[in-house]
């Protein structure tokens, strides 16, 4: 069922609906494996019914983007190292060992960065930003609230960090010049943005060749209230959305993976997504 709604993008009642009409039409037959639920065709259609199907479905508007999908969900399902990895990722911190945390893990992830320019693109107060100057060539950290930039800007001052400069600007027009970074980066940012494809567009413009656009933004879910409470524009995005914005803005090498689920209601789900920008730098 979680596949099928990830290639679907639908509902989970509204998929059940059509999977109960069709297992009462003895179309589809299901079983249970562990928690999940397999569906597969009753029995084999004859030809001529799955060239009609066929050729009705190409027909349909979400065709081209249904198939995108499935095709990201087969990929997940046989890539068996990132399974390996995120089982791996779970049992961290799950069980006391001294000396272990994710704050550890994380300082010496930033002491192997290279030292690059990078835009944190809708930085808020710039935590990340912040964070990266410590290994970072230059960071330009760019958010529409004046109060924002001026927040971070204080915080820079404050703790001489003379390689972060914040900028007012827009997340669809960023004040930084075409081809002078080496990252751009979204953290839960780019649901705030009235047209997220010109934002992505907007990454392309001012990478370098071989830069590399990262997103991390939460996947799409119904909780409502966010707009109200977070001032969310979208209510997240699937893998094929944002698998579609970084590949129409021109971006090659391609990953979307979720990296983390919440444990408490409303069960946010992040996704990490990525790609390069062709050329050498």
Not at 106 to 134: C, H, K, N, S, W
Not at 193 to 212: C, D, N, T, Y
């Amino acid at each position: 069922m979680a596949e099928l709604q990830d290639i679907l993008s639908m509902g989970q009642s509204r998929i059940s609906t059509h999977l109960s009409q069709l297992r009462q039409a003895e179309l589809v037959e299901d079983r249970r494996s562990g928690k999940n639920i397999l569906y597969r065709l009753a029995r084999p259609l004859p030809t001529a019914v799955v060239e009609v199907i066929e050729a009705s479905a190409a027909e349909l508007a979400e065709f081209a983007q249904d198939e995108r999908a499935l095709e990201l969900v087969l990929r997940r399902r046989t890539d068996k190292a990132r399974a390996y990895f995120d089982e791996l990722a779970g049992k961290f911190g799950r069980q006391y060992v001294p000396g272990r945390s994710w704050k550890g893990l994380a300082e010496t992830v930033l002491m192997l960065m290279p030292a690059l320019e990078i835009a944190d693109l809708g930085a808020g107060e710039g935590t990340f930003a912040q964070l990266l100057a410590r290994r970072a060539k230059r960071v330009i950290a760019v958010d529409n609230s004046e109060k924002m930039v001026e927040y971070g800007s204080e915080l820079v001052r404050k703790h001489g960090l003379a390689n972060v400069e914040y900028r007012l600007g827009d997340l669809e027009s960023p004040p930084i010049a075409d081809a002078s970074v080496d990252v751009a980066f979204f953290s839960q940012a780019l649901h705030h943005a009235v047209h997220p494809q010109r934002a992505v567009a907007e990454a392309m413009r001012i990478l370098r060749p071989g830069g590399r656009v990262v997103i991390l933004d939460l996947k799409k879910h119904g909780f409502e209230e966010a707009r109200e409470m977070y001032a969310d524009l979208w209510l997240g995005f699937t893998e094929v959305e944002l698998d579609g914005f970084l590949r129409e803005a021109g971006f090659e090498g391609v990953e979307v993976m979720g990296v983390h689920k919440e444990e408490e209601s409303p069960y946010f789900e992040t996704l990490l997504a990525m790609g390069v920008k062709a050329g050498v730098a």
